[in-house]
């Protein structure tokens, strides 16, 4: 991730600010920096698509896909705040003159700046249903094409063909050949005949079970299935007219022969509370490529995993793939499985077994109806090895993380001993409970208002 930041410094940054300080000579300040942020806005929108695109180096360099996104919204969220800036100073340059193709330009970027605020609105107020987000989403990249015209048609300095102009409109271009793949074999299809450059395989449902609000169930291959470890995640949709929608999910299977997958899903938005109802056996499921590095050194140190609900996805895939490795290492792993009560805990009876049959590998588990909570000193009396020297995964609620890093600190444990991922692929910045305000203030004073949202069709389920 370090190499990541990096290069972002150095090609959104530094290697425009050089090419601006050399190009502006003479050129009053304030439109030389507006100009200069308007560089930066497009070079960090063109990041935001080449993140989406999700090739292997990519998410290698920026430490696995979920960091991937994180990065993909606040790059997106950031270029806002500096086109804002841009925006509010005066870039015009009177001794260029004023071209023909200037005032379009202005045009455009105007519409394009107003065009982005709504957009990443929508992104960030998480109250807004997926599929509307899912559908206006695809329309940055429109605008982001405007912007790019926009930067060229407008009155500058330098010309296109100068090394600055070169460089911004060959990483814009590849922002712009980003935003086309995603378009085309990204969110937009699922099917791997429709979608041959994603990898998408085919799946059938075989089995299905539900415990309580989790359901599980098991894919098998029509033809090849994917190649996975342990710990990673797919994105999946269904030949289902409900279900059509792409989700990434965590594989809670390790690999076998038979190559056959199984997801243990938790009911928590629109979508996945609808799964349940409209899963069947039989249907097909369409499963992209293996995304993730979790379990990627297994069994190589001492380790401590911690699990919170449905978290413990993961580590189910990660207990079978430790089990069938040779008993010939001494080091040991813990799994501190976190429920509110035993009935909750899913796949429990399958990772006692390995637990029997494996004696490297030790379940604890934490009711917290029994006042059995999670704690340092439970970890540390548990485990038989030094815990700052230890490998430490965690699958679970951000805020339990946050708690669990300081205790860690505590102990001394380096940061990068501790692996987690913060895979969301849609965020929000603390909107949501304004506009929960705002609605409920709207609803009293225009009941109808639900009546016509409802006949919505992206709110219809």
Known sequence: MFIAICILITTCLIIPGLGVMQSYSGVPMDAAFSQYLGIVALLGMSYCYILATRFKLVESLFGGLDKSYVFHKWLGLGSLAVIFLHDQIDAEIKSLGSPSMGELAEDLGGLGFDGLQVLLLITVITLIP????????????????????????????????????????????????????????????????????????????????????????????????????????????????????????????????????????????????????????????????????????????????????????????????????????????????????????????????????????????????????????????????????ASISFCGPSKLRKTLQDWFKSESVPSRNFHYEVFEIRSGIGLNPIVSWILKVLLARFPKIKQVWARLPFTQQ
């Open 130 to 389: 997926y599929a509307l987000w899912k559908f206006t989403h695809k329309f940055i990249g429109v605008l982001f094409v405007l912007s790019v015209l926009h930067f060229a048609w407008m009155p500058k300095p330098f010309d296109l063909t100068s090394p600055l102009g070169l460089y911004v409109l060959s990483i814009c271009g590849l922002g712009i050949l980003s935003y086309l793949y995603t378009l085309s074999s990204g969110f937009a299809r699922a099917s791997k005949s429709h979608n041959p450059l994603k990898g998408t395989r085919q799946y059938k449902v075989i089995s299905k079970d539900l415990t309580g609000d989790i359901v599980s169930f098991e894919l098998a291959p029509i033809q090849k299935g994917i190649r996975h470890q342990a710990g990673q995640f797919s994105f999946i949709s269904f030949d289902h007219a409900k279900l059509k929608e792409i989700h990434p999910f965590t594989i809670s299977k390790a690999p076998n022969q038979e190559g056959n997958l199984r997801f243990s899903i938790k009911a928590l938005g629109d979508y996945t509370k609808s799964l349940p109802k409209h899963l069947e056996i039989g249907i097909t499921a369409n499963v992209s490529k293996a995304y993730g590095h979790f379990g990627k050194k297994l069994g190589k140190r001492n380790e401590v995993w911690i699990a919170a609900g449905i978290g413990i996805t993961p580590f189910v895939a990660m207990a079978q793939a430790l089990s069938e490795q040779k008993e010939s290492s001494d080091k040991e792993t813990h799994l501190f499985y976190c429920v509110q009560s035993k009935q909750q805990a899913i796949h429990l009876e399958e990772l006692e077994k390995i637990a029997a049959r494996c004696s490297r590998f030790h379940v604890h588990l934490c009711e917290s109806s029994l006042g059995k909570r999670i704690s340092l000193n439970l970890i540390k009396e548990s485990i038989g090895f030094e815990l700052k020297k």
